[in-house]
């Protein structure tokens, strides 16, 4: 069913083979009154070609017997803002759930952080340690007493938006962001980024897509750290990518073996779902499968599951820009990109779509 073109076929592995130029008034700020308003545009990677319609038109690319993967992770409100004992701010991100009271966490301040810094969260009711700096440039932190970091997120924290998307503390958006930076199908709590394929999705267009006959899969994978951590080599080889936790129920697994089976399509939403499927399919993993993935895409790769990829527009240099160019050549990626930017499409998070096909 896949064709793979010469362009795909030559690897493209420097850093600045995926860099492009971007006006930052593309870069969407807010989402759409509508969900599925926002436009799709249609590429087709055998010849390059491209179409201009509304995702809500989506439905008209769609068989009977495709099978559409969703990944209905749950975006935390991860982030929290606090006071050193000097009075200097600072930013919390929490990505991941360490054990017994401590947590994994980005930091960002404008005064210099050490090890054993207090941080005061909450009028002051709640102390925050930094007990570590890791690896990765996070930090490990503890918690006074017996506070649960999770009730104290859902209680005061904001959604944890991208850096490019403007918000003052307590912007009055905030609200908006809480339901809109999350699909209407997620289910199962633990990301720190939204998957932005899904969010274009309403109640309104699933049940569409449900009438029209389609299978629908979900899976699970918590967008952390390895989504949208930097590439810093201009070698891509050499980027070491995040493991991530990834779930797929045992009812999503014989829906995709038995597509495979039928050579019907298998439809990816975004790149985290196109990364669960890939890995299964890497791993021969067998039903309800659980784990942790660090799965790196990038020229050339055989794609072995995903036939269809619906996936938002993406910043340069990154891995996410890396897989979609595997999936449809660097050249076909780039020029639609440049096609969108001349046509006034919304990027990155909040913005509008492409389907690959």
Known sequence: ????????????????????????????????????????????????????????????????????????????????????SSGASVELLFVEDLGENQWK???????????????????HTITAKLHKRLDDGSWSIGFNGK??????????????????????????????????????????????????????????????????????????????????????????????????????PEETYRKITMAKAQNRRIIATGSTSCRVLETLACDNKTPHSVGWTNLFIYQPYHFKYVDVLITNFHLPKTTLLMLVSAFAGRENVLNAYETAKNKGYRFFSYGDCMMIV
């Open 147 to 248: 506070n649960n970091i999770k009730e104290i997120l859902y209680r005061i924290g904001e959604p944890p938006l991208p850096p490019y998307i403007k918000r003052q503390h307590s912007d009055v958006h905030t609200s908006i962001d809480r339901e809109r930076y999350q699909t209407v199908f997620a289910q199962k709590e633990g990301a720190i980024a939204a998957p932005t394929a899904g969010l274009h999705f309403s109640n309104t267009t699933l049940e569409k897509i449900r009438k029209q006959g389609l299978e629908v899969g979900f899976v699970t994978l918590h967008v952390g750290l390895g989504t949208f951590l930097p590439v810093k080599v201009e070698d891509i080889r050499e980027h070491c990518m995040h493991k991530e936790y990834y779930e797929c």
């Open 1 to 84: 069913m896949e064709s793979i073109s010469r362009e795909q076929t030559q690897a493209s592995i420097r850093l600045s083979d995926y860099d492009y130029d971007l006006p930052k008034e593309l870069i969407a700020q807010h989402p759409l009154e509508n969900r599925d308003n926002a436009r799709l545009l249609i590429l087709h990677r055998d010849t390059g070609g491209i179409e201009h319609r509304k995702f809500s038109d989506i439905t008209d690319y769609l068989q009977a017997n495709d099978l559409l993967i969703l990944n209905n992770t749950r975006v935390m409100p991860a982030r929290i803002f606090g006071q050193k």
């Open 105 to 123: 966490a980005l930091v960002k301040s404008n005064a210099k952080l050490r090890v054993s810094d207090e941080i005061y969260i909450d009028h």
